[in-house]
């Protein structure tokens, strides 16, 4: 399917263990995005990758890494997932530059217990 | 630090009447703005945006207001339809730093 896609949607996982949340875009996009949203906090950038191996980081990034080997996959791992990371993550791509559109994928939620 | 604020969290309004939505920033840097809707279990979705060398920008019902030197922007909506219910972002961007930063969202309920 064309567009961007987040897998999975939903995620249990226990607290210290290493968790992937995935995101692919079919647009060859050269910007990608991932953002946690948390009440009280909106939308909080993480990390940010302007093409293929390139990667820089965001407001909140301690406790997460990315990669971009390929231009249409962003993956986001947590090292070694606390409580606090519970949130719904969303993952973004646009096409030029942060100040094109910024096309979502539908979420992940993820819980840590 | 919360660059980009939005300091109403929910909003009411009537159907038909003008539904305004507003959004401070405190980073100088920030050159281009731009306005999200999410609607619950969606990703958000682009709506409007506005460049700092301008002070209005228009789309159809959707109107987006910059005051630079009030550090200030918003976002009016005319008139309202029960469909524009849903939480708005405001997001900003520094051409220093290429990073889109969003604001906390303000819900807007849009009443029949």
């Known amino acids: ?113 | 630090d919360q660059q980009v604020k939005q300091n109403s969290p929910s909003l009411s309004v009537q159907e038909g009447r003008i539904s305004i939505l507003n959004c401070d920033y405190t980073n100088s840097m920030f050159d281009y703005f731009l306005w999200y809707k999410k609607y619950p279990a969606e990703g958000p979705t682009f709506l409007i945006s506005i460049s700092s060398i301008k002070d209005k920008n228009e789309d159809g019902r959707f109107t987006v207001f910059l005051n630079k030197s009030a550090k200030h922007l918003s976002l009016h909506i005319v008139p309202s339809q029960p469909g524009d219910s849903a939480v708005y972002f405001c997001a900003a961007v520094s051409g220093a730093t290429n990073k889109l930063i969003f604001g906390t969202g303000t819900l807007l309920a849009v009443q029949p």
């Open chain 1, 1 to 113: 399917d064309a567009g961007i896609t987040q897998s999975p949607r939903y995620k249990i996982t226990e607290t210290g263990r290493q968790v992937t949340l995935m995101c692919h875009q079919t647009w060859s996009h050269s910007y990608m995005f991932w953002y946690r949203q948390d009440l009280g906090h909106g939308l909080r950038l993480i990390y940010y990758s302007a093409a293929a191996d390139i990667t820089d980081k965001g407001e909140v990034p301690d406790g997460y890494v990315v990669s971009r080997s390929k231009t249409e996959n962003f993956p986001l791992t947590l090292e070694s997932a606390t409580r606090s990371q519970t949130s719904v993550y969303f993952c973004a791509s646009s096409l030029r530059d942060s100040r094109t559109e910024a096309f979502f994928g539908q979420g992940t939620r993820l819980t840590v217990v």
